[in-house]
């Protein structure tokens, strides 16, 4: 067990997880080791909230964060375990089900809604922030941009969205999902309302580095009024 916690922790180190101020959810080995298996997905989503959103316990209490494509509610768990006001949005019934179960079995709370991104059930400037961990990239661009429309109406002036969007050729869930590639000038287009941050670009490998996938990685911000 001393070598896999190690294992974990030096993996956490290299990828840059413990750059910021995890407090609740770093209290446990199995979260460290939680953190490192979905890597690829999750901790980029954690840097972007605790960069933009660390603060005292109530302030992020008041901090309202929308995971977009809360899937099983990993995202959900993380945000409700260090104190934000977590809410989240799916698509898919079982999945909102699984979610709501996961936090109800570790006495968390959050606002937890089966729905359509593009007509979000909320109302306008009432996010802090948004997460999209690679779900507005399964529509179409035009679907995309009226749902980046809606992530703009729900976010308060001054709020942030984080978004990832494939950029590989790397075919990801192809027989389950249809997946829109954009570059970054495409990007920047779909974004056009908002003041976009940042643009990165994070490679990873799978396969003993037989498959190469690429994201961009996209921090938007809505103008104060």
């Given at each position: ?35 490192c ?14 960069r ?17 494509g ?10 409700a ?83 990832m ?61």
């Amino acid at each position: 067990m001393c070598i896999k916690y190690i294992s974990v922790f030096v993996c956490c180190q290299m990828t840059g997880v413990f750059k910021y101020p995890f407090k609740n959810s770093f209290t446990s080995i199995f979260w460290k080791m939680y953190i490192c298996i979905f890597y690829f997905e999750n901790s980029l989503s954690y840097t972007f909230v605790f960069r933009y959103f660390s603060g005292s316990s109530s302030a992020r209490r008041n901090t309202k964060i929308l995971d977009l494509g809360s899937g099983r509610g990993s995202h959900l768990w993380f945000l409700a375990r260090e104190g934000f006001d977590a809410h989240g949005i799916d698509a898919s019934e079982s999945a909102v089900c699984a979610a709501r179960n996961l936090l109800r079995s570790e006495h968390l709370t959050a606002d937890i809604l089966c729905g359509d991104f593009s007509e979000l059930p909320f109302d306008s400037e009432y996010f802090d922030g948004i997460i999209d961990a690679a779900s507005i990239q399964h529509n179409s661009i035009d679907a995309a941009k009226r749902i980046l429309d809606e992530a703009y109406r729900v976010t308060k002036p001054g709020g942030f969205v984080f978004s990832m969007f494939l950029q590989s050729d790397r075919c990801l869930s192809a027989s389950e999902f249809f997946t829109t590639r954009l570059e970054e000038e495409k990007l920047r287009l779909l974004f056009e309302k908002f003041k976009i941050r940042d643009i990165d670009v994070h490679h990873y490998t799978e396969n003993s580095q037989d498959s190469a996938i690429t994201f961009s990685l996209v921090t938007a911000q809505k103008g104060e009024k």
